[in-house]
């Protein structure tokens, strides 16, 4: 008889150690909130703190440098970083500035004639297209980007787009456009 009642015991603590373990598992899962684990915002581009470059309707001309900077943040960790530069020779839009709803409009230089001075410069010269991403090393909530870009010699001049592109670690994604130009000297 005492051979039933050791038996019944031990299922009976077998029975309770299966129920506390399921139990302590569905506790741990309802007590973290996904809110609280989840990143669910978009990581910031900002210009606060350094001397941002490049900025709209700066000017630059073939041989020289972009000194990128920008300054990044994200609530929880940021991801990587894309900078792609594309001509703007039909002059399409961007435009990602709350204050700024016709920026490359703003660049115009008055002389309507312009342009076809350029057509003349850019006989036979393609317009130059940069694209290239750049990780942030982990754990950052902040980041200042800097990366020195080269302009080729021989490209097209004219009115070109910067595009910034953040992506936080959750995927998340803020854009920048910047209208530049590329003038000869």
Not at 57 to 80: S, W
């Amino acid at each position: 008889m005492e051979k039933i009642t050791t038996k019944k015991q031990f299922s009976a603590c077998l029975l309770a150690a299966i129920i506390f373990i399921i139990t302590m598992g569905f506790t741990a899962c309802s007590s973290s909130s996904d809110d609280d684990t989840k990143d669910m915002e978009y990581p910031e581009i900002t210009t606060q703190g350094i001397t941002a470059n490049p900025i709209n309707c700066q000017v630059y001309h073939p041989g020289e440098t972009i000194a990128f900077c920008y300054a990044f943040r994200d609530n929880m960790e940021l991801g990587k970083y894309n900078i792609e530069i594309h001509d703007n020779s039909d002059h399409h839009s961007h435009s990602t500035e709350a204050d700024d709803h016709d920026h490359d409009a703003d660049c115009e230089d008055g002389d309507h004639d312009h342009e076809h001075e350029h057509d003349a410069d850019n006989a036979g010269k393609s317009f130059w297209v940069f694209n290239q991403s750049y990780d942030i090393p982990s754990g950052q909530r902040s980041y200042t980007a800097r990366v020195d870009i080269k302009i080729p010699d021989d490209i097209a001049t004219g009115d070109y787009h910067f595009m910034i592109r953040l992506t936080d670690r959750a995927g998340f994604q803020q854009i920048k456009a910047v209208a530049i130009k590329i003038e000869k000297e």
